[in-house]
Nanobody, 124 residues
Framework: QVRLVESGGGLVQPGGSLRLSCTAS????????MGWFRQAPGKEREFVAT????????NYADSVKGRFTISRDNAENTVFLQLNVLKPEDTAVYYC?????????????????WGQGTQVTVSS
């Protein structure tokens, strides 16, 4: 069993930055590909970014490419999502997820464990 806890969300002005963290307990994350997803009110959960279990492969949604960066520190059992040049449409609850496979996926139903989410609000 893997327990995931996200942190780092908050209120930020358009153009600002945030760094989200997802820390795991229960098992080492080095056996899991990791993903970040987000869900805005009234919308489906959508893929944001994913990283392989070794960290050598990443993939991003087109809407965040060039602005967000996913990374991981397996020694610290933590995955990060750096959010830059934030826009109001980035407002959502952001979730991290773990997939017991070497490569991540953009499909939420292919992940085995989820965190509780952290709110990101982009507003002036």
């Amino acid at each position: 069993q893997v327990r995931l806890v996200e942190s780092g969300g908050g209120l930020v002005q358009p153009g600002g930055s945030l760094r989200l963290s997802c820390t795991a307990s229960g098992q080492t994350l080095s056996s899991y590909a990791m993903g970040w997803f987000r869900q805005a009110p009234g919308k489906e959960r959508e893929f944001v970014a994913t990283i392989s279990w070794s960290g050598d492969s990443t993939n991003y949604a087109d809407s965040v490419k060039g602005r967000f960066t996913i990374s991981r520190d397996n020694a610290e059992n933590t995955v990060f999502l750096q959010l830059n040049v934030l826009k109001p449409e980035d407002t959502a609850v952001y979730y991290c997820a773990a997939r017991e496979y070497f490569r991540g996926s953009s499909f939420p139903n292919e992940y085995d464990y989820w965190g509780q989410g952290t709110q990101v609000t982009v507003s002036s």
